[in-house]
């Protein structure tokens, strides 16, 4: 496969002159050069040394070449190094009259390229020429292979270097998107008319997501109590237009109404065809004038739910995402906030006294929550949310709390109190107290005689005295992040307002979106940290660096960004029992007191076995893990938490990576994610240079395929008729490709099959992901037709059954030696019968008449001495006698029991299972469903291998107990043999013996299936199935 180069850096093409001028000197040619493939697929000159000629030069400057033209070209088509000993006269290759003029004015004869290979792909290819021909020898074809790879390897570190650089550019516009949120919240919240928060609200989202312009208005019930667009804005190439009566249209329309239907952000990638919301005639016709897009919206949500809505558009598609709604939400909840402030100050106009206090405490606010949001560090954070608070409402006692869902608990942050130790050393549990409550009910309580209340916790080591209360959750968002709790102490003096209660409620608000985005930009920070680390270390290993290094590397991130005292990696040893002890370790080094891990036991040990991520926060002390001696280790080291992941290659697992902290509860479930990740770029490491390897052998071998496929390729529409058919078509069918281009596809169907081919594309058109095989004749232009085999397989454009394609496979020889497959094993086991039959004449019957015959050599000689003896001689001649006959008719029966025919399997096998335990006194016991009779064939062949199978009991099970069971298992007929005997192993039987090999030949005849389950010491059980109809 090619792919485009990425655009050369000066370092880049330095490096590619000084690889062709390296080239042309160790290969002792005239010259050299270098081929990229563009975004068009086609081959551009690059570099090249050697070149004297100016005509030569100036072709070469603009020469361009499809893949696949010349021997650059072929080489590149190929992914291999090609030669050519004299290419002006060799026909192997494509020519181009350009092209070959160069080689003409530049006397290139002898001519040699190497394909530049990287990841799989070919980016171009380097090669030197000779005015000699034959002048390039083995040892400097390798010599060039060498140095193609080099220059393979560069460029693909060039475009590893140029996505990194963009990743940076990413990260860096989202930091200075969060600041200029910050700045923007500071500005919205100093407006005070509704239409001006609108506008700038709608610039701003505009700017900061790159549209090309938007709409922001206010959501409002007309007289029939339907909700329509109010006032609001447009933007439209910079200019700022207020909505027109025509802009009142119902808001169950567009982005932005579905935005306000489910109270989420939300956007399409192209609005006109996008149908998963409803359209209106005249926003389509503005959408079409304007060139509109991409949408996204996002709703302005109030107490009660949307009060209107923001929406941006693009003029490309695809122009906004999941990061752009996060970033026009919290806009939108800004201005959301700064519109109901804005309606709770017209409502406290009630009250001149009220409003000048809410003022005074407003300015504050303004004032405090500039510095709030231009405040990053979560502690520094919440030192303003107590000073500011303290500002504008004066208290005693305040109290932070974080709610820790995974472990039920309101953890305390921070505590200014006389008491603030025993304060911070209580975590509140669920459901206890009033806090609780708050954060449950997502509801702030005032409580001014809170001694009084029973709710109320009593903190151990604080004293009972009368205070008043306010306890505010923190809400960020659709989620609550905590709670702020003040306190007054005394009675009815320091009793707290109304006016306190929703100025307390307020400063939450704001305090809660500080909150949020100190966290919010803590976490990018440390994600961009880990990012840019796995980043390197995947930057090491794309450069085939030594993969030591590589888990040195992740080691040392795992210990840094997991905030760990120690990481280590363990290699899985040999057998898998065990892990060996630490390969690499940070930040120190692997100890000689460091110890192997078992599988199954410890953090290692469990997170080897489930394959899966595995931590604790106190190790020593968690019963969950099984513990071993390695635990002296670990608590002589101080350790607590504990978390492991496995490294786990493709088809093994390779070792383990864990990490320790002598503090509990250090780890939670983002940190499993991110050491699953350096778990992962460690595993790549370890296995990449093996993989490397059955990648060129699997790329290898995939070509061959290609290049020697039997099968011809086509593709038809939705109406069944072809659009493309390969070259192969003519060569294999003598049917020329234009001849059927455009009609449909039972153009291919003989008349005996085209209803299964009709059949076949129905199924396909009910289900396209399904692939169907169907058999057709297919008729040849000279009148014969062509047994074939095509696969089908559906054709989906953007969820959508666009078609079909697949292979057509001439398999008329296939079916002609299956043919005689089956007859020579019919003879094969028929031969079989044969030798299982002279194995029984010779081990029953025969041992039989030679011991008759003994017995009468010993009745001569007592005829005359001891005729009383003789008489017992008769006897025994008698017995042996009646033995013989048995197992004559035994075998007689075996040939072709006559009950088969009349009474059916089930009692054929009865009949035989009584004769076998009469004789052999193995107990037996035949356990049948009633079934419908099958075919004769597919009776005899279950016969054959029940017979078989309880021959095999006698023979080689030393068993006691044998159980026949016939079933029936959906459209098939089972049967199964299970014995108590000492099993085998199925996969150790030695050549010639026939037993299993006749079973599988007979229950292949009839398409049936042979299952054997056997283990030394736990008996054996065959089981063969067949179809009920058997043709």
Request: net charge negative; hydrophobic share 45%.
């Amino acid at each position: 496969m090619t792919r485009a180069a990425p655009r050369a850096e000066p370092s880049t093409h330095a490096m590619l002159e000084r690889a062709v001028e390296e080239a042309a000197r160790l290969l002792h040619a005239d010259g050299a050069m270098v081929y990229l493939v563009d975004d068009a697929s086609q081959m551009r000159f690059a570099v090249g040394a050697g070149i004297r000629d100016p005509e030569a030069r100036a072709l070469l400057a603009d020469l361009s070449l499809p893949v696949g033209v010349g021997l650059f070209g072929h080489s590149v088509a190929n992914g291999e190094v090609v030669v050519s000993g004299d290419y002006q006269q060799d026909k192997r290759f494509l020519h181009s009259a350009v092209a070959d003029r160069i080689v003409r004015k530049a006397n290139m004869r002898s001519m040699a390229a190497a394909p530049l290979i990287a990841d799989g792909e070919v980016l171009g290819a380097l090669g030197a020429y000779s005015s000699r021909t034959d002048d390039f020898d083995e040892a400097e074809i390798a010599l060039l292979r060498a140095l193609a790879e080099h220059a393979a390897t560069a460029i693909a570190n060039t475009e590893l270097t140029e996505r990194l650089r963009h990743q940076a550019d990413e990260l860096a516009r989202r930091v200075d998107a969060q600041r200029t949120l910050a700045e923007m919240a500071a500005q919205l919240t100093s407006l005070r008319d509704p239409s001006a928060v609108l506008e700038q609200t709608l610039q701003a989202a505009v700017r900061l997501l790159k549209g090309h312009g938007g709409q922001i208005g206010m959501v409002v019930a007309d007289d029939d109590g339907v909700m329509r667009w109010g006032d609001g804005h447009s933007l439209v190439h910079g200019d700022l237009v207020p909505f027109t009566k025509d802009d009142h249209t119902a808001v169950d329309e567009g982005v932005s109404g579905r935005a306000v239907r489910e109270g989420r952000a939300t956007w399409t990638k192209d609005y006109l065809p996008d149908i998963s919301f409803p359209h209106e005639t005249n926003s389509d016709a503005i959408a079409r004038r304007l060139g509109i897009r991409a949408v996204i919206a996002a709703p302005l949500l109030g107490e009660d739910g949307p009060i209107g809505a923001i929406g941006v558009y693009a003029e490309a598609p695809g122009a906004f995402g999941a990061d752009s709604a996060e970033l026009l939400g919290l806009l939108a909840d800004q201005a959301a906030i700064v519109l109901i402030n804005a309606r709770l100050y017209a409502e406290a106009e009630i009250s001149a006294a009220r409003m000048a206090r809410q003022v005074e405490a407003q300015q504050r606010l303004l004032h405090i929550n500039q510095r709030l949001l231009s405040t990053l560090d979560p502690a520094d954070v919440l030192e303003l949310v107590a000073d500011g608070l303290k500002s504008v409402v004066w208290y005693d006692y305040l109290g932070v709390y974080r709610v820790e869902h995974d472990e039920g608990l309101l953890r305390p942050v921070l505590a200014r109190d006389r008491n603030a130790e025993a304060v911070l050393g209580f975590p509140i549990p669920r459901g206890q107290g009033v806090t609780w409550w708050s954060v449950e009910h997502r509801q702030p309580a005032l409580l001014n005689d809170a001694l009084s209340d029973a709710r109320v916790i009593r903190i151990p080591g604080t004293p009972d005295e009368e205070e008043a209360i306010i306890i505010v959750p923190l809400i960020s968002g659709d989620e609550v992040i905590g709670a702020l709790n003040i306190a007054r102490r005394g009675g009815a003096e320091v009793a707290f307002t109304d006016a306190d209660f929703e100025l307390v409620q307020l400063f939450a608000g704001q305090a809660a979106i500080a909150i949020t985005n100190a966290r919010l930009y803590e976490e990018l920070r440390e994600r961009a940290d880990a990012q840019r680390s796995l980043s390197e270390i995947a930057a090491q290993i794309a450069a085939l660096h030594d993969p030591h290094t590589v888990i040195q590397r992740a080691v040392a991130d795992a210990a840094r960004l997991l905030r760990a005292d120690r990481a280590q990696i363990n290699l899985a040893l040999d057998g898998g029992s065990h892990l060996d002890r630490p390969i690499a370790a940070a930040p120190t080094p692997p100890s000689p007191d460091d110890v192997m891990v078992p599988v199954g036991s410890g953090i290692a040990g469990m997170a080897a076995a489930e394959k899966r991520v595995r931590w604790t926060g106190d190790y020593l002390g968690d019963d969950a893990f099984p513990h071993d001696e390695g635990d002296a280790r670990i608590e002589a080291q101080g350790l607590h938490s504990m978390m492991a992941a496995p490294l786990l290659g493709p088809d093994r697992l390779l070792g383990t990576i864990t990490v320790q902290a002598t503090s509990t509860n250090a780890f939670d479930a983002d940190d499993a994610e991110l050491l699953k990740l350096l778990a992962d770029q460690a595993a790549i490491a370890l296995t990449n240079a093996r993989l490397y390897a059955e990648v060129e052998e699997s790329e290898r071998r995939y070509r061959h395929l290609v290049d020697n496929s039997p099968d011809i390729v086509w593709s038809v529409d939705t109406d069944g008729r072809f659009t493309f058919l390969s070259d192969s078509l003519e060569s294999r069918t003598g049917w020329k490709p234009e001849q059927l281009l455009g009609q449909r596809f039972t153009v291919l169907s003989g008349a005996t099959t085209i209803e299964a081919a009709t059949q076949a594309w129905k199924m396909l058109r009910a289900e396209p992901n399904r692939e169907q095989r169907v058999r057709l004749d297919l008729p040849l232009p000279d009148g014969r037709i062509a047994q074939t085999e095509v696969a089908i397989t559906g054709t989906l454009i953007d969820g959508k059954f666009a078609g079909a394609h697949g292979s057509v496979r001439d398999i008329s020889e296939r079916e002609r030696l299956e043919g005689d497959l089956r007859s020579q094993a019919a003879e094969l086991a028929a031969s079989g019968e044969r030798a299982h039959l002279a194995r029984e004449l010779h081990d029953s019957v025969t041992q039989a008449l030679f011991s008759m015959g003994l017995t009468l050599r010993s009745l001569e000689l007592l005829l005359d001495t001891d005729p009383t003896a003789a008489r017992g001689k008769l006897g025994e001649l008698r017995e042996l006698q009646k033995d013989a006959l048995a197992e004559m008719r035994t075998l007689i029966f075996e040939l072709r029991p006559s009950s088969l025919e009349s009474d059916g399997l089930v009692q054929a096998l009865r009949t035989h299972a009584t004769a076998v335990q009469r004789r052999t006194g193995l107990v037996i016991v035949v356990d049948a469903e009633p079934i419908d009779r099958l075919t004769l064939t597919a009776e005899d062949a279950l016969y054959r291998i029940g017979q078989e199978a309880l021959h095999n009991v006698v023979k080689h099970a030393n068993a006691s107990n044998t159980t026949i069971r016939i079933v029936h298992d959906g459209e098939r007929v089972r049967l199964s043999v299970t014995d108590d005997g000492v099993g085998f192993d199925p996969d150790s039987v030695p050549r010639g013996h026939l037993g299993l090999i006749g079973m599988r030949q007979r229950v292949d005849l009839v398409g049936g299936e042979l299952m054997v389950e056997s283990l030394a010491g736990q008996g054996t059980t065959i089981a063969a199935s067949v179809p009920v109809s058997v043709e």
